[in-house]
């Protein structure tokens, strides 16, 4: 029996100090307006009443005493369950600035202690590695008098980007000629919005994300298009004009697909494209698992499975057992759905063996293009071994791809788009641009856009990374409408206009000194250059120093 | 002026054997020329720069350029200069002009008046690309003017920065396309009157399309004629002085660009007019109707809280309540006492135990009190003091008679605990007591010391003088008068304890007293003589109780022996230590002897008196086989449900029949089983105590301050009692809300009032909680 005079102690016992998010509090501007412990979202920090002995000793008047002070104060809790995420949320509703969380410098031992009950530490967000190569690559060949000099200013620039199969000249004429189909397709901005579910998402932030990229079309003339991720689109979106922008994604738990074939014969146009998931660079070789608390009603209807249950995206698809056989069946069906005049096109993991899967696609006549997700994507939930060790990083990766292709001479035929930590320390610019001169045709972003468009408060540091539990506190990732209604459609809307037109400006500040405009400097990889020898010699581009 | 001749002077760009002069030769030669004259004649040669540096303190200068002219035509003109050009020129005419009038009677090329900050360029003809671009002005002079009669091309004043275009669209090159494409981009002052048609491609984040107003209509309609003049195109005044054909675009200001969104569509309006109408609705009123996404804030009140406050008030049990087996509640107790119901906190105690001053003031552990919360701040209540404080006050009411009858076969505290329960439910209780007197071992064995004789004289007497309790002394109970109480009573609780020593037959053991029988012959009026030395086997509390007994008889040391680490605890161990006992274990007897005893390992201790002190047993050959015994550690015991009772349903068994306890265990089984049997006979239900026990952590103890000296009366203790779960009623919540969302109201119910949070007001921020000294309030999820 533990008395309520002993203090415990076990060996998951926690201090403050040993967590890594600790909360800075002033007593001396806090007003107790309760805000702060109303708004956090784990209910880590609650208002603490505290004693203070002051011992009154007068040893020459012979009189000793104590009296005692109580003080108040918002204070953190310590248990692993109630650990402070350090999102800053009570920060933001402190009206006194009293309240902000601090990163521990010390080494957080509640990370040794993520493991309660023998179930290893799962979370959301992202890889907490803050480096990344991609920010250390230049664009170092700069036009000075000897191309044309570009405004990025006052010139225009053609900045978008193929997704489809580009037939050889030959051979297209030769089709166009004879009548005979020529794979489908689109010109697309090269920063594409990847796959992020309507589940994982919220109904605002989806909806918000899609109103954005509307606005970037039909307003702004930024052929932005966006990912689904796994997990359907409103029946209403996918009879809407907006399918257009929309890659409607399939994987392995076919979630939603009743919805969108049920759909196919009142559409009033084709989806972007289709993404065909096989791997995600966050989680390599790992499901999803969509936790039931956030299967509300709404994204059971849309999913067309029963409410409050886990559905689980197996890591693989349950029927597919070759390449040879995924790219045949899968892609040759999705093509068929929609009369082969959709790009149809895998996404699978940075990995070592994404060549093969490149070589595969190459001799499919179907397959319109290639996307490689690296290890720095992120994810709405998995476990931390698999996020932080398992994967491969899409530099490399990308670059070995599209270099087996021009040893093939087929460059310009089966794009390559690549994905994972674009943007990942705020550079999403430079990242895209760098992998599109590494040989992409074009980049997916996810986290960044959320960042971006939504205030996202997730961060390498660990910060916040609570997309798992439903308790987003900005509304992005739960299905909660207490907490999804923080979001406003519009405002992330608008986020997502203003997002793409600083990158369309970058683009061209970066463009303009290259001397291009007229086409996107896909494999110009003359034109950068990075500091580290070992880099540079991988990717084999310029040593710069 | 002054001797100059005023006649013109001609300067050559080709030499005399046909040579084309160089552009710098052809330069000095103007120079020395402009000495001489301020009227040239230039037959230039695509000579460059030329029309330039002519200082204005010497001028003014009038050049006539005849011949092919180069690039750059009035360079760096200065104010003064008049330079007409009479064929077409080449690029960049005007170029840093800084005041001269250039006109060119044909058209230019590129870059007319690139980056001019004063003067005026007029053209006959059209213009090529990127026409007024960079143009500047100074305030401090005239704004620089570029006048085309035709069109002009592509890029068109780019970063115009406060130079005025004219251009009039007459024989254009393009007449659908009088300013080219993108004109104005970068333009950040001045403007562009215009005429004619446009592919409409101007910047629409730099100037703005307007139509003249009255004084910008008289600014071009006052100098036109002179544009005119100059190219000798009079004919066309009446045709461009058509006010309707002629718009302006205008530089945007920084301030209106600042005001304008990001994107040229403010995005509510693209939502309601262009997103809205592609879904007629609505784009998830399929899956969800209905569905509410309008947009909340961080805090929010009402349904819109994802947490709200509960006013728990005595849904879990307080420590004392919960661990004391009889489940006295003591915080209700402390509670009438601060309410001063005095004589109603008095009854309180005496309805859950006729023995309050004997158990709960003397010999006790107060197991209620080991996880007393006031240790979190200073010490527990001090419950015995409150116990004893009960032993003159008289017994509760009793209930009307039932007419029902309950035998008890024991008269010690459960089989007392029991008759007292039924006598307040007015049903007959008869004990029947094998001894002569009330309490069990109790009164038999407990030295005076431990428990005063006063108080248990008080209570006995208290109790005897109960309305419907019967008692029966000296009944030896058998097979047979258990039979006939069965018949006789409605019901029979067994409540004989353990009355039949442990021995252990090691050789000698016949010599060995057993406690029971010492300690009662101990307390008796004929007390047992001891040796000067005394081994007791067993050291349990009961062998300290007989330790003590034995130093009080004569003994001179007392070794209390044990085969495991002793068990003895709290007063008695400390009593017997305090008169000089001391404990030896592990120790195995071997045999005792006229010596003393000796151990398995052959050593002797000395001793004249050994006592044995390993436990009694029950003694229950007068049951019946209906009521079924279970055999534990070669004893019998009744087993028993969670009231007490026992395979037959007729009989309850009660305190140490069950298993071995502590006298409030018995008192708390005698209230059980009789609660039990009221509850059947009222035909209720009856239900075990149930309240779970407060979770400490949720009581604020930091309101409370250490005092250094505990409470020395009840009222002093019940002033420090914490309330643990239920309501003090001391209006902190009300106070800390920091919305002002709770209130106390007065409502029909036991406590009489109860505290509320208004859902409207209520931010679920948890401070109630944090701050509600008792543990009452908490936060529920809310979904």
């Keep these: 029996m533990v008395s309520i005079q002993s203090i415990p102690s076990n060996p998951s016992s926690l201090t403050h100090v040993d967590l890594q998010w600790i909360i800075n509090h002033r007593e001396d501007r806090c007003t107790l307006c309760g805000k702060c412990t109303s708004v956090c979202p784990k209910e880590s920090i609650y208002l603490a009443y505290r004693r203070q002995r002051m011992p009154k000793l007068d040893i020459q008047k012979n009189r000793r005493g104590s009296e005692y002070r109580v003080f108040t104060g918002v204070r953190q809790r310590t248990q692993p369950a109630n650990r402070c995420i350090g999102c800053g949320m009570c920060a933001q509703v402190c009206p006194n600035e009293a309240i902000a969380p601090a990163p521990n410098a010390n080494d957080p031992r509640v990370k040794l202690l993520s493991n309660d009950k023998g179930e290893a530490w799962k979370r959301g967000g992202r890889r907490n590695v803050r480096e990344s190569l991609l920010d250390r690559i230049m664009f170092n060949r700069i036009s000075m008098l000897t191309d044309p000099a570009l405004d990025a200013g006052r010139h225009e620039f053609q900045l978008n980007t193929l997704l489809g199969r580009v037939l050889p000249p030959d051979e297209y004429l030769r089709r166009k000629a004879s009548g005979e189909w020529i794979p489908p397709v689109r010109e697309i901005f090269p920063f594409v919005i990847g796959s992020m579910s309507f589940g994982a998402l919220s109904p605002n932030m989806w909806l918000g994300l899609l109103q954005g990229v509307a606005y970037c079309n039909e307003v702004l003339g930024i052929p932005v298009v966006m990912a689904t991720g796994e997990g359907g689109c409103p029946p209403w979106v996918l009879r809407s004009p907006y399918l257009k922008y929309i890659i409607l994604q399939i994987a392995s738990g076919y979630f939603g697909w009743d919805e969108i074939i049920r759909a196919i014969p009142e559409m009033q146009c084709d989806p972007a494209a289709i993404e065909i998931k096989y791997g995600q660079g966050a989680k390599p070789g790992d499901g999803g698992l969509l936790m039931w608390f956030k299967v509300s009603k709404l994204i059971a209807r849309l999913r067309g499975v029963p409410e409050g249950v886990d559905l689980p995206s197996p890591p693989v698809h349950q029927t597919l057992y070759s390449i040879e056989e995924s790219v045949m069946k899968m892609i040759q069906s999705l093509s068929m759905a929609w009369g082969f005049r959709v790009p149809v096109y895998p996404k699978i993991s940075g990995s070592t063996s994404a060549k093969s899967v490149l070589n595969n696609l190459v001799r499919n006549p179907y397959a319109s293009a290639l996307l490689i997700d690296g290890v720095d994507g992120g994810t709405g939930a998995a476990y931390n071994v698999s996020m932080d060790a398992t994967g491969h990083p899409i530099a490399s990766n990308l670059r070995e791809c599209y270099l087996d292709l021009v040893a093939q001479g087929r460059q310009n035929e089966i794009p390559l788009f690549a994905a994972g930590g674009v943007g990942k320390n705020g550079n999403v610019t430079q990242n895209g641009l760098g992998l599109i001169m590494l040989g992409a045709s074009g980049v997916h972003i996810g986290k960044y856009i959320m960042q971006s468009a939504s205030g996202c408060l997730g961060s390498e540091r660990n910060r916040c990374n609570v997309c798992n539990i439903g308790i987003c506190p900005k509304g992005i990732t739960s299905q909660n409408p207490k907490l999804y209604r923080r979001l406003d459609p519009d405002k992330v809307a608008e986020r997502v206009a203003e997002t793409f037109m600083a990158i369309r400006t970058e683009m061209r500040k970066v463009l303009a000194p290259l001397g291009r405009s007229q086409s996107l400097p896909i494999g110009m990889s003359d034109a950068i250059g990075i500091d580290d020898p070992a880099a540079a010699e991988r990717l084999k581009i310029k040593y710069i120093c | 002026m002054s001797g100059k001749k005023q006649d013109a002077i001609t300067v050559k760009g080709i030499d005399n054997s046909g040579q084309r002069i160089s552009s710098k030769d052809f330069e000095e030669l103007v120079q020395a020329a402009a000495q001489d004259s301020n009227n040239l004649v230039l037959e230039a040669y695509g000579q460059h720069n030329v029309g330039g540096r002519l200082m204005p303190d010497k001028g003014p200068y009038s050049l006539r350029l005849t011949g092919p002219a180069g690039q750059r035509l009035g360079c760096m003109g200065q104010p003064g200069t008049k330079i007409v050009c009479e064929g077409p020129a080449s690029d960049d005419v005007g170029y840093l002009n800084i005041g001269a009038d250039i006109m060119v009677l044909g058209d230019a090329t590129n870059g007319v008046c690139n980056a001019m900050a004063q003067g005026r360029v007029m053209i006959k003809g059209s213009i090529g690309a990127r026409g007024l671009t960079m143009t500047k002005w100074n305030p401090d002079y ?501 009231a007490g009772l026992t395979s037959d349903e007729k009989v309850y068994a009660v305190g140490d029949v069950e298993r071995p306890g502590l006298a409030t265990n018995a008192l708390g089984s005698g209230k059980k089983a009789a609660d039990s049997i009221i509850s059947s006979i009222r035909g209720e239900e009856w239900k075990p105590f149930e309240k779970k026990l407060i979770d400490q952590k949720t009581l604020t103890l930091e309101h409370y301050c250490p005092e250094p000296t505990v409470g020395d009366s009840p009222e002093a203790e019940a002033d420090r009692c914490l309330s643990c779960g239920k309501c003090k009623d001391c209006h902190l919540c009300e106070t800390i809300c920091p919305t002002g969302a709770i209130s106390r109201r007065e409502v029909p119910s036991d406590f009489g009032y109860e505290y509320i949070a208004d859902d409207n007001k209520c931010i679920a921020c948890g401070f109630c909680r944090d701050t509600c000294p008792c543990g009452i309030w908490m936060l529920q999820p809310f979904e």
């Design chain 2, 142 to 642: 005239v704004r620089p003017e570029l006048w085309v009669l035709g069109s002009v091309g592509d890029t068109f004043a780019e970063f115009n920065c406060g130079g005025i275009g004219v251009v009039c669209g007459i024989e254009a090159k393009n007449p659908d396309n009088v300013l080219g494409y993108r004109p104005c981009v970068g333009t950040v002052g001045g403007w562009v009157y215009y005429r004619g048609k446009t592919d409409d491609s101007y910047s629409r984040t730099n100037v703005k399309e307007i139509v003249p107003d009255d004084e910008q209509w008289q600014w071009l309609m006052d100098r036109m004629p002179e544009f005119l003049e100059s190219i000798d195109r009079m004919d066309l005044l009446e045709t461009l002085s058509v006010r309707d054909e002629w718009k302006i675009l205008m530089a945007i200001t920084p301030q209106e660009r600042a005001l304008m969104f990001s994107g040229p569509m403010p995005m509510a309006e693209f939502r309601t007019k262009v997103w809205d109408k592609a879904f007629g609705g609505d784009p998830l009123r399929d899956l969800a109707p209905g569905l509410d996404r309008s947009p909340i804030g961080l805090i929010e009140s009402g349904e819109l809280r994802r947490r709200r406050p509960y006013w728990a008030n005595h849904e879990s049990a307080a420590p004392c309540t919960f661990y004391c087996p009889v489940h006295i509640p003591t915080i209700d107790r402390l509670r009438l006492i601060r309410e001063g119901k005095l004589d109603d906190a008095y009854e309180l105690i005496l309805q859950h135990t006729p023995l309050p001053g004997s158990v709960c003031g003397a010999v006790c552990p107060n197991l209620c009190m080991e996880n007393c919360s006031r240790q979190g701040v200073d010490s527990s209540i001090d419950v015995a003091m409150l116990g004893r404080s009960v032993k003159d006050i008289a017994a509760p009411e009793t209930a009307k008679p039932t007419g029902n009858r309950v035998a008890i076969i024991g008269g010690g505290p459960g089989g007392m605990n029991a008759a007292w329960q039924l006598a307040q439910a007015g049903i007959e209780a008869h004990i029947f007591e094998k001894d002569d007197k009330l309490g069990g071992k109790l009164a038999q064995v407990i030295p005076w010391e431990r428990l005063p004789q006063a108080t248990w004289q008080a209570e006995i007497d208290r109790f005897m003088n109960m309305p419907n309790i019967k008692v029966h002394f000296g009944v030896t109970m058998d097979k047979e008068i258990f039979d006939e109480l069965k018949k006789d009573y409605d019901y029979v609780i067994v409540a004989v304890g353990t009355h039949e020593p442990r021995r252990i037959p090691f050789p000698g053991n016949e010599k060995v007293i057993a406690a029971l029988d010492f300690l009662k012959s101990a307390k008796s009026d004929k007390p047992p003589k001891v040796g000067k030395q005394v081994v007791i086997i067993g050291a349990g509390n009961v062998g300290c109780d007989v330790a003590c007994e034995a130093y009080k008889l004569g003994a001179e040391s007392v070794v209390l022996v044990d085969i495991q680490k002793p068990l003895a605890f709290g007063n008695e161990k400390a009593a017997a230590e305090g008169l000089g006992a001391t404990f030896r274990w592990p120790v195995m007897t071997k045999e005792v002897n006229d010596e003393g005893l000796v151990t398995a390992e052959g050593d002797l201790i000395p001793a004249q008196t050994v006592i044995i002190s390993i436990g009694d047993v029950p003694a229950l050959k007068f049951l019946s086989e209906t009521v079924e015994v279970i055999t534990v550690g070669g004893a019998g015991w009744v087993k028993t449900n969670e």
